[in-house]
């Protein structure tokens, strides 16, 4: 393709030479100005390589390596920062693990206190029920061995009084008792 | 009318003669597109390293882009023992790349389409490359014409045409660059002739012609700078790595 151009170039340059006639010859081969093109192209070309290697590319080479190293740091602090994120995350799930079983250890241990002091209270309060009806119980025997004998008291008295109304003389008191007496052991399972 | 699609390339002196010992160093329009080149090189670097911002400006990039650029091409093709050349191959590729760029701009001044001038960059790196293979390897560079493998009695032919192709290496790297844009800017003016000769009734064909053939200069333009250095850049692997 090149090849092509260059041969249709030169061509053209022969043909339109030829046919205006004007100055012959390629102008690159022309050594008039030869000395002065090397001149200056080694002239400016050293120049420019010389700035360009003192001046320019050490900017652009740190520029770069700055960009690149700061990528990488940014990266490796991402990357730290995922890291510590997770512990944290870690570190949450363990404290809300632990708090949850603490809570259920608290929540069952109250219930186990509360049953155990239910429990307490209802023995002491069975135990207080017994010591009451026994006692209870007692002062029922009790007022019931004292009512009895007030009983036999009352009933010797008012024997006495009723027969001393009937026969109207004084009945020996002892007598009565020992008949009241009698009379309440034969009668005493019929009354109590 | 058309004018010599010639005359684009003739060298005129601005300015005063000046004459050193008899030699015509004299200031050009050569010399001035020289100087243009470099000048705009070193704006682009200039404002592309002035804020060496983390988030890169457009011109920024462009700066980074053609300095990585270069620093693969290198890598790639020369080894990373190479890279104590990177300032001499971005200036290179730098250099003519804007010198054939430059010189797409109509009235401007081609530099590379002057054989003397591609010459002269072609054996500096021909004489460059040579230095460097003679110091790094003595004597034993020579062994760069002797390739491995070939029977004995082809060994001289081999050596001569090895010799040959090295010794042609300065001539085809500069007439390929001169040649590509002496060519592309020949064929683009001889184009433009044809418009204003055939008129406004036959010169939109040649017309068409001219614009594709600038877009094919502009690759052209950027293709030839790259060509230039990845040759550099294997000339220089030979001279480094020495391996066939």
New interface residues.
């Given amino acids: 393709m ?1 090849n092509l ?2 041969a ?3 061509a ?2 022969f043909f ?2 030829n046919s ?1 006639g ?2 012959a010859g ?5 050594p ?11 002239l ?2 050293s ?3 010389l ?3 003192k001046v ?2 050490p ?6 390596e ?2 690149k190293s ?1 990528v990488v740091n940014d990266l490796d602090e991402a990357q730290k920062l995922k890291e510590s994120a997770e512990k944290k995350l870690k570190e949450y799930n363990q404290i809300i693990e632990n708090s949850k079983k603490e809570a259920k250890k608290i929540i069952d241990d109250g219930i186990k206190k509360l049953d155990r002091d239910i429990e307490n209270k209802k023995q002491k309060f069975n135990t207080e029920i017994e010591k009451e009806l026994a006692n209870v119980e007692k002062e029922i025997k009790e007022l019931k061995k004292s009512s009895i004998s007030n009983i036999n008291k009352i009933a010797a008295e008012t024997s006495s009084e009723i027969i001393q109304q009937i026969i109207g003389t004084d009945v020996n008191k002892s007598n009565v008792t020992a008949i009241v007496d009698d009379i309440l052991k034969k009668n005493l399972g019929k009354y109590i | 009318m058309a004018t010599n699609p010639m005359h684009q390339f003739e060298v005129y002196k601005i300015g005063p003669e000046i004459n050193l010992g008899g030699i015509n160093l004299s200031f050009t329009n050569s010399s001035l597109f020289m100087v243009i080149s470099s000048a705009l090189i070193l704006l682009l670097l200039f404002f592309g390293t002035k804020r060496k911002s983390l988030v890169p400006s457009k011109i920024q990039l462009v700066t980074e882009m053609s300095y990585t650029f270069i620093a693969k091409m290198i890598n790639d093709t020369a080894g990373s023992n190479a890279k104590t050349f990177f300032p001499f191959i971005f200036t290179l590729f730098m250099f003519v790349l804007f010198s054939n760029m430059v010189g797409m701009l109509p009235y401007s001044f081609t530099v590379t389409s002057h054989i003397i001038v591609t010459f002269v960059l072609a054996a500096m790196v021909f004489i460059g490359v040579t230095i460097l293979g003679f110091v790094k390897h003595g004597i034993k560079y020579l062994e760069l014409f002797v390739p491995k493998g070939v029977p004995m009695a082809l060994l001289p032919l081999i050596i001569i045409i090895e010799i040959i192709s090295y010794l042609s290496r300065p001539v085809s790297l500069s007439v390929r660059l001169f040649a590509n844009m002496m060519a592309g800017h020949t064929m683009l003016k001889v184009f433009g002739g044809f418009v204003i000769s055939l008129g406004l009734l036959g010169g939109w064909l040649p017309l068409g012609f001219s614009v594709a053939l600038t877009g094919l200069e502009i690759l052209v333009a950027f293709l030839q700078a790259y060509v230039f250095a990845i040759l550099t850049c294997i000339y220089l692997n030979d001279a480094l790595n020495l391996h066939h």
């Avoid at chain 1, 030869?34 to 080694?42: A, E, K, P, Y």
């Avoid at chain 1, 900017?59 to 770069?64: E, M, P, Q």
């Fill in positions: 090149k151009c260059f249709l170039g030169i053209s340059f339109v030479s205006y004007s100055e390629m102008p690159q081969l022309n008039e100005f030869w000395t002065s093109q090397i001149f200056w192209l080694i400016v070309f120049i420019l390589y700035i360009i290697w320019f590319l900017k652009i080479t740190y520029s770069i700055n960009r700061r």
